[in-house]
């Protein structure tokens, strides 16, 4: 259906019919605003005619209706609106002016309100050199740029050692070419010089005068890096901004690249008569090559209309400079050379008078700029337009405290005083670590919760790693080579050879395991063990005797989807999907296909994105973690497609390195919609601009605010100046900086502050900033958690609980139940219940334990168990036996018992006479099956390695021994015979591992351990397993291996390879070796009969022992502490 058909059976009023068949857009008109009510230091500043000024506006005193109203004003006086620029430095701040602006003008057409580097581009890709490049000049991210610097620095030793390095560093520097900590200081070097208008060559002179050689080497680095943005066609800010300034200054352009053409015309003077006026928003925020900028296009005494607060000026890591603001009289003189005159607007509509009083201590600390005194008396003493604000202080003993705390009082505002999530936010000083703390503290407690996303790195976002884990190893899969031998596994080998047990080069186990429990494969781990076991059984099926671990056959079947077509999909469906998508991901990415395309490959053939949707449909916690989810995967798409958009042709893995390269949040070309109804979580840094009703500022601690550790204390980049050596930032400024950092964040409250730090009882623990004493409120100490978090399911949890308490009162008990009666009709408008958990049918454990319909065995049938089985359920604990065997919840398979089944097979080639008794060969045959096995660490492996050979050493001489004239008949032995046990039929199945016929012609089984513990005497005399062996004998399980004819038990035996003899039977040269006599009595009949009840009767109690200690269901035993339910 063709879209003009469709829209043509819908009827709009904006849209209206131009000719048949087509359509037109009318916008709505814009309907102006009236004009806002201005004091007179506002009005003051509209009243402004020709010339340079400074406004010092400080929080909340109304500088951007100023700012709006002096644009309209010069519009309304006949000022064309193209001859006006607005210029900000938040692409937000950006879009709220020209809204704003276009809203007070109306119909009329808007000035140009932009930020400084779309400005900068704008000129720079007007101006590019066509017959050059393609394509438009593109913009480094932050990250990007990170990554590029980090490449180039570590190419460096490598193009030394090939003699074509153009760039040598110091000795003393090599050794940290490599870190993250060098390329930031490398970053910081590239970025000053170029902010104080610097090239390759001038800072190379300056090095030469100043005596340093890192620097000068940073000039040859700047020049390579250049060329390198050069061949890329990339810009990174700071050289965007150099670039611009050169352009608007009409100066010369050596040192610079070839985006800006040598032959360009002079652009300064049509620069300097495009604008009527300049408004620049934030000033304090700039830089010298910001100044510089502004000079060419409104020095000279034109119109230049700066609204700043040097109180603000935060930016200092990013080469912002306070002492622009500072200084802005003298640079931007009126035409006569007198200084600019300053205004100040003194009238905060923001904030109440305590708060107001409050951050104006803070003002009182800070340093006297060398602007006029009465201008920063006034703009330091603001005058409030309302009464009220609360500023609260408050200290705790440890950080969890601090912040189940925090998580409290926001809640407690919302319902208690009304307060919207929204109109909420919490800053810290510190970035990922505590945004990601708040985060889960905060969200625990039932606190919608929104987080700018260019406030953590991608890659530390949980949605984010099964899509890279995965898009990594397909990554590598489709590298032409010799990955691509990695998945062709050979079938097992004949004969009870090991198959080739290498899993495919590009996935390992770990990998393998993390992708399968990820929600891309969705399978929990009972899945996993059961697909486990059903490969190791296809292993073994196959003739090989020793099958790998199943971790290596997970990743060996992930890689080869064909493999998993047999296996039962009630199991191995996660499996089986996930094994597609990722040929299907590795078959995109070898026929040419992008990053993006691949991973949107992996996550649309998934339920993920449907079980996120519906959770995020049905909101609470888990609609809010689906939505930051969300959220997360959506940002990656977006830096996956402007990966591929700008570059070309980059690999996934190239995409992958710079996404893992990441240690800087990412900026964005546009910021995602902030969520209406949450409370936002951000650093201090990117609250500017900012206000919320109820501010929380966490984390408040001496040593982290302030934070006075030098910056860039290697190459220090500060001290580079135009003119000589700069001084280095004192303490002192630092402090300073640090401080208005602080008062930033006070700032941005309107009704309340609250400030949080961590006061440790020992004095070299965590103490409070200084700051919060700078407030004037004294902080108070709170050394307890709240009761419960004010939510519902903690309300209903102390309802339940209360219900129940044997020592509160029946009037309470009654209350509480009342109470949640009520909480348990509430439904909502499809008649769900809201609160499902207030009603008793929910309350699981007061119920009694349930019993299954379907029988775990049937009664007409033998009971099917094996001899160690038969340990379990009689003598060790049911309840183990039954997790274990039947619920087959058991941890899965260790390089333990890995040990014991190679050392079986070993002993069963040497019995049988297909491997000779040579130690040599078996050691040749272990070394053939060894690395098949798991181990935590090479060392670990070396060890049991060592204790293999051992154990083979005591066995040859144990096997060579003459033990009374017994000569082996059968190994691995299997047998099946069923057994009368009472009124029970009993089905004994199993394999003994050697039997052995006496002088008098007598069966003797041996079994063989492998294992660190040996019974008692008195335990191998009634040894179940052994018993079973000798009974299985006396009823036909060895006839065949005597010719037919049946037997007499003669006895059977445990034979320890692990552990020595005692000294007497030959000491460390042989075996332990521990017997039992043959049958006498009934008593293993009686073991049947009561390990068959209790598997007929289901009845599968704990019996603590010693056993308990290493076993696998502790907590979901009732008699261990970890394991009890709720009530008990």
């Known amino acids: 259906m063709s879209s003009s058909s469709f829209t043509g059976r819908t009827t709009y009023p904006q849209v209206r019919r131009r000719s048949a068949g087509a359509y037109r857009l009318v916008r709505t008109p814009l309907r102006p605003v009236d004009p806002p009510l201005l004091d007179a230091r506002q009005r003051a500043v509209v009243d402004h005619g020709r010339g340079p000024l400074l406004v010092l506006a400080g929080p909340g005193t109304g500088k951007t209706t100023t700012l709006v109203e002096a644009v309209a004003a010069r519009v309304a006086a006949g000022t064309d609106p193209e001859r006006i620029l607005v210029l900000t430095f938040s692409r937000k701040a950006a879009v709220e002016l020209r809204d704003r602006m276009a ?47 980090r490449d180039l620095l570590a190419g460096q030793l490598g193009l030394e ?19 993250r900590g060098f390329a930031d200081e490398v970053r910081a070097v590239l970025a000053r010089s170029r902010e104080l208008g610097l090239g390759p060559d001038a800072l190379a002179d300056f090095a030469r005068r100043t005596g340093r050689p890192d ?82 296009l409104a020095g000279g005494g034109r119109t230049l209309v700066a609204f700043g607060d040097p109180d603000q000026s935060i930016y200092a890591f990013r080469g912002a400079d306070v002492n622009g603001i500072l200084d802005f009289p003298d640079t931007f003189p009126r035409a006569d050379g007198t200084p600019a005159p300053v205004e100040v607007l003194t009238t905060s509509r923001r904030s109440g008078e ?245 991973l949107w490959e992996l996550w649309s053939g998934t339920p993920w994105p449907q079980r996120l949707e519906r959770a995020a449909l049905r909101g609470g916690t888990a609609g809010r973690n689906a939505d930051r989810d969300l959220d997360a995967v959506c940002a990656l798409f977006d830096t996956a497609a402007r990966a591929e958009e700008r570059t070309g042709g980059r690999g996934a893995l190239n995409f992958l390195e710079e996404v893992d390269a990441q240690d800087i949040a990412a ?84 009704d309340r502050l609250v400030v949080t730090a961590v006061k440790a009882p020992a004095d070299d623990g965590d103490q409070p900033s200084r700051f919060l004493a700078e407030l004037g409120e004294e902080p108070k100490d709170v050394t307890g958690r709240p009761r419960r978090p004010l939510a519902v399911a903690a309300l209903v949890a102390e309802l339940r609980a209360t219900t129940v ?27 769900q219940p809201l609160v499902p958990a207030a009603h008793p049918d929910r309350w699981w454990g007061l119920n009694e334990p349930t019993r299954s319909a379907v029988p775990l065995r049937d009664r007409d049938h033998p009971v099917v168990l094996s001899g160690s089985a038969l340990d379990q359920l009689a003598n060790t604990c049911a309840l183990q036996w039954f997790l274990g065997r039947e619920v087959k919840a058991d941890a899965p398979a260790t390089a333990a018992q890995g040990f014991g089944n190679v ?22 045959r272990l070394d053939s099956v060894w690395d098949a096995l798991a181990f935590d660490a090479p060392w670990k492996s070396a060890q049991e390695k060592n204790n293999a050979r051992v154990a083979l050493e005591r066995f040859l001489r144990w096997h060579t021994l003459d033990r009374t004239g017994r000569t082996p008949v ?84 445990l034979v320890h390879l692990r552990q020595p003899a005692p000294k007497k039977e030959g000491g460390e040269a042989y075996p332990k070796v521990q017997a039992q006599e043959p049958l006498a009595g009934e008593w293993v009949g009686d073991l049947l009969a009561t390990a068959a009840g209790r598997v007929l009767d289901e009845h599968f109690t704990p019996n603590p022992g010693q056993h308990c200690t290493n076993c696998t269901f502790r907590t979901s035993c009732s008699a261990q502490p970890e394991g009890r339910q709720v009530l008990e």
């Open 161 to 179: 050692r090939e003699g074509l390095a153009p760039v040598r560093w110091p000795d003393e520097l090599r050794a940290c070419l490599t870190t």
């Open 970 to 1053: 059968a190994t691995e032995h299997d047998f099946d015979v069923t057994l009368e046990a009472g009124e029970y039929e009993v089905r004994i199945r199993g394999s003994m591992d050697r039997v052995e016929q006496d002088e008098a012609g007598r069966a003797y089984v041996v079994d063989f351990k492998t294992g660190k513990q040996a019974p008692t005497a008195n335990e191998v005399a009634a040894h179940p397993q052994l018993a079973v062996y000798q009974l299985a004998v006396e009823r036909g399980a060895v006839d065949e291996a005597f010719a037919g004819e049946r037997p007499a038990s003669g006895g059977a035996e």
């Open 215 to 296: 620097w000068r080497a940073a000039a040859a680095f700047l020049a390579e890096y250049l060329d390198v943005l050069d061949l890329q066609g990339v810009l990174d800010y700071a050289e965007l901004v150099h670039r611009a300034v050169l352009l608007a200054e009409r100066a010369p352009h050596s040192g610079t690249s070839s985006h800006v053409s040598s032959s360009a015309p002079s652009y300064g003077p049509a620069l300097a008569d495009a604008y009527d006026a300049v408004f620049v928003d934030e000033y304090q925020d700039t830089d010298p090559a910001q100044v510089r900028l502004l000079r060419a």
């Open 805 to 831: 308490d044997p020592e509160a009162s029946e009037a309470l008990r009654d209350a509480a139940a009342r109470r949640l009666a009520r909480l348990a009709a509430l439904t909502d408008d499809e008649g």
């Open 354 to 598: 305590a708060l107001l009083t409050a951050t104006r201590l803070l003002t009182r600390r800070m340093p006297m700029p060398r602007l006029p005194s009465e201008k920063v008396r006034a703009h330091r003493e603001l005058a409030a337009v309302r009464a009220g604000g609360r500023v609260e202080s408050y200290t705790y003993p440890t950080a969890s405290t601090e912040l189940e705390n925090i998580a409290d009082i926001v809640r407690r505002a919302h319902l208690e005083e009304g307060v919207p999530w929204h109109d909420m936010a919490v800053l810290t000083r510190a970035g990922t670590r505590a945004l990601s703390a708040l985060r889960r503290a905060l969200t625990s407690a039932g606190v919608p919760v929104e987080v700018d996303g260019t406030d953590i790195p991608l890659r530390h976002e949980p949605a984010v790693t099964p899509l890279l884990t995965a898009l990594r190893a397909v990554a590598t899969a489709a590298l032409p080579g010799p990955a691509e031998a990695g998945d062709e596994s050979g079938g097992a080998a004949a004969d009870g050879e090991a198959a080739d047990d290498t899993p495919p080069t590009w996935l390992d186990p770990e990998t393998a395991l993390d992708l399968l429990t990820s929600p891309l494969g969705g399978m929990d781990s009972a899945d996993i063990r059961r697909l486990g076991r059903a490969l190791r059984d296809e292993e073994r099926a196959a003739g090989n005797r020793v099958p790998p671990p199943s971790d290596l056959l997970l990743a060996r079947v992930l890689a080869e989807p064909e493999r998993l077509v047999a296996h039962d999909p009630a199991y191995a469906r996660g499996a089986q999907r996930l094994s597609a998508l990722l040929r299907k991901a590795r078959e995109l990415l070898e026929g040419g296909g992008t990053a993006a395309e691949a």
């Open 667 to 750: 900026d964005t070309l546009t910021r995602r919609a902030v969520r209406p109804d949450a409370v936002r979580l951000m650093t201090a840094h990117r609250s500017k601009g900012l206000e919320w009703s109820l501010v929380v500022v966490a984390g408040v601690q001496e040593g982290l605010w302030p934070d006075l550790r030098r910056r860039g204390s290697l190459l220090e980049a500060d001290r580079i100046g135009r003119d000589g050596l700069a001084e280095p930032l004192t303490p002192g400024a630092l402090l300073a900086e640090e401080r208005r950092l602080f008062y930033v964040a006070a700032t941005r409250a309107r």
């Open 103 to 149: 809203l007070r003008l109306g119909g009329t057409r808007g000035p140009q309100a932009t930020t400084f580097h779309s400005y900068c581009y704008a000129l720079v890709r007007a101006h590019q050199d066509a017959d050059l490049f393609a394509e438009p000049l593109r913009l480094l991210s932050g990250p990007e740029q990170d990554v590029a610097v």
């Open 903 to 924: 050392v079986h097979v070993l002993a069963d080639e040497v019995a049988s006479g297909r491997t000779p008794a040579d130690l040599a060969v078996l050691m040749e």
